[in-house]
């Protein structure tokens, strides 16, 4: 079967799990792997995997495999999209705070009846010494930031921070790029790209004072060293809750149930 005949998968990236979800289809591909058969071992399935990422960061991590950069243009132009290059299944890996993205692939999907899974890493569970307050909005965070701490560290990425415009705290704000304004009136910006160490951790909220971290429950390690750093001060935590996924949408943690679920998918 020549690669243009291999069953196409989009998968809706800008995570680390996306990323390596299309390294290991490409991987596969590459090595020629026959098609699995479902109900044996289902990691030999040969795909031509497309990786789209909404094209935030001046300077994305490429994925392996094709790369398309950029919005479809809501439901319709995602449903256009799938039918115009044949897209036989689709993985919505986004991160899980990408409520938008993933509502609209949700209904681009139903409407052009193409199958798609939801891969979600888990979040953050506590251990021993964690002081997580958990709130369902940002703006919740902010309010709880300011009556905990005076100097808060908030980790939320560069879309959201106007959230936070009017806290009284001063606020140290980590992201890749310069934060979509307005900000909090006492801030200082780090750009920075994770992963983070937990010895830069801990002299980062030891050199800036910090009283109080804010994050959302992204979960994974490249970003979990903060809680660790902070547990380890007893600094508290301000956790925002993930936001809900549409109904009926089948969500999975694992790499090896994506790969399982296109196995049954595209062959079964
Ligand atoms: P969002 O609010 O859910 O989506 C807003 C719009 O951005 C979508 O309607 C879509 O535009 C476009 N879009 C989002 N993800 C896309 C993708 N993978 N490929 C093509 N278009 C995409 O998304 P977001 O929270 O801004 O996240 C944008 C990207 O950053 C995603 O790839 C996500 O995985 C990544 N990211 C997000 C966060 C976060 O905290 N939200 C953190 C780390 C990484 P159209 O309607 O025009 O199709």
Redesign the pocket.
Known sequence: MSHAELPHVLV????TQ?RQLAAALAERTAAGDPIGDPSGDPSGVPVRVTS??????AAPRLPAGDV????????A??AAWLVAHDVRAVVD????????????AHAACARVGVPLLRYERPGWSPGPGDEWRRVRTLADAARLADDLGERVFLT??R??VAAFADVAAWCLIRAIERPDPPLPARAQLLLDRGPYELAGERELLARWGIDVLVS?D?GGEATAAKLVAAAERGVPVVLVDRPAPPAGLRVVREQPDVLAWLAQTLVG
Do not use: D, N
């Open positions: 809706l990236g800008g995570t996306g789209s990422l909404a094209g935030r960061v398309r950069i950029g919005g479809f243009g809501g439901v132009g995602l890996a986004t991160h899980p705070y990408a409520a938008t993205m993933t509502a609209h939320i990425g879309q959201e959302k992204s």
